[in-house]
């Protein structure tokens, strides 16, 4: 807000650098559904994230039930379930319930195709502290997933998630302007070749070229406008050039960063999380090396980003 100054005072000229996160009020809005009648709702942040207190991830979902938890994922993009001491087989049949698993080549497998394992320890450290959207490289990337720590390290760990329509909402608006109806290239390379065998990520340049999505997309249960871009797989914006595209990315890069749109979950054993992988971005903290740290992720196919 400017403010009109009298003529005797003058101001050195003082800018911080453009293209930056500014400070100020923060529009916070979610889809708030209908009460939930099976089980209790612990929200952990004003707009993502929310505890579900009084399911049993051991028992098959009725259809009431299946339909009052995806509510209660699109209403707060991320859900989490506290001492569920189930199996990778009760892992995947919960996950099943939104649609077909889908497999990552890149990913070490658990005792299924479709359960992806990821075993920190002392030798092989987590490389999945960026945020990120899961599978953008594929031409349908993942609808959600569900994640489980099997151990987990005394001290940190913790995982982030970041609401991606908050972030679009709060946009300039000659910004939102200017990237509506815009599309940018995803390619798995830039996230897995800094730690992955090149040899494997050639094996598959043929399956998985680069895919173009749009920029914001659609959500199409709530009809949301989401920011879909994100560091670890987003190579470049179609139609600009490199400097214009790496500029525009960085500062759409940084909204994930902003705390008002994101929640902190502090991992306990036996705990689940199920995230809509078409609506937020995560960040796995690497603050526990070299303690170790074991999960298992199933994920559900999606449909094609519009």
């Known amino acids: 807000m400017s403010v009109d100054l009298p003529a005797r005072i003058q101001l050195r000229e003082a800018v911080t650098p453009p293209d930056g996160l500014l400070e100020g009020p923060r529009v916070l809005r979610r889809i708030e559904g209908e009460p939930h009648?099976?089980?209790?709702?612990?929200p952990l942040g004003r707009v993502i994230g929310a505890e579900v207190d009084g399911v049993d991830l051991r028992e098959p979902l009725t259809a009431e039930l299946r339909e009052e938890l995806n509510r209660a994922l699109l209403e707060w993009k991320v859900i989490f379930f506290r001492d569920q001491d189930i199996t990778s087989a009760q892992q995947r049949a919960f996950a099943a319930n939104w649609g077909e698993l889908e497999t990552n080549p890149f990913i070490p497998k658990g005792d299924d195709d479709a359960v992806t394992r990821f075993e920190r320890t002392a030798a092989m450290p987590g490389y999945e502290n960026i945020w990120h959207v899961d599978v953008t490289w594929r031409p349908n990337p993942a609808l959600g997933s569900v994640l489980r720590l099997i151990e987990v390290p005394p001290v940190g760990g913790d995982t982030m998630w970041a609401d991606m329509a908050a972030a679009y909402d709060n946009l300039p608006e000659d910004v939102r302007?200017?990237?509506?109806?815009?599309?940018?290239?995803?390619?798995?390379?830039?996230?897995?070749?800094?730690?992955?065998?090149?040899?494997?990520?050639?094996?598959?340049?043929?399956?998985?070229?680069?895919?173009?999505?749009?920029?914001?997309?659609?959500?199409?249960?709530?009809?949301?406008r989401t920011l879909f871009v994100n560091q670890?797989?987003?190579?470049?914006?179609?139609?600009?050039?490199?400097?214009?595209?790496?500029?525009?990315?960085?500062?759409?890069?940084?909204?994930?960063?902003?705390?008002?749109?994101?929640?902190?979950?502090?991992?306990?054993?036996?705990?689940v999380a199920f995230w809509d992988n078409r609506a937020t971005q995560h960040y796995a903290v690497n603050d526990y090396h070299p303690h170790v740290r074991i999960a298992e992720r199933v994920a559900i196919a999606g449909d094609r980003p519009f």
């Open 37 to 42: 009648e099976l089980f209790r709702i612990r």
């Open 232 to 271: 670890a797989f987003t190579t470049h914006i179609v139609g600009l050039d490199r400097a214009e595209s790496d500029r525009l990315l960085r500062y759409l890069f940084l909204q994930a960063h902003t705390p008002e749109f994101q929640v902190r979950f502090g991992w306990r054993p036996n705990s």
């Open 177 to 224: 302007a200017r990237i509506d109806g815009l599309t940018a290239v995803h390619d798995y390379l830039p996230g897995f070749d800094r730690f992955s065998d090149p040899a494997l990520l050639a094996r598959w340049q043929e399956q998985f070229p680069p895919v173009e999505h749009p920029v914001v997309r659609t959500h199409p249960e709530t009809g949301r």
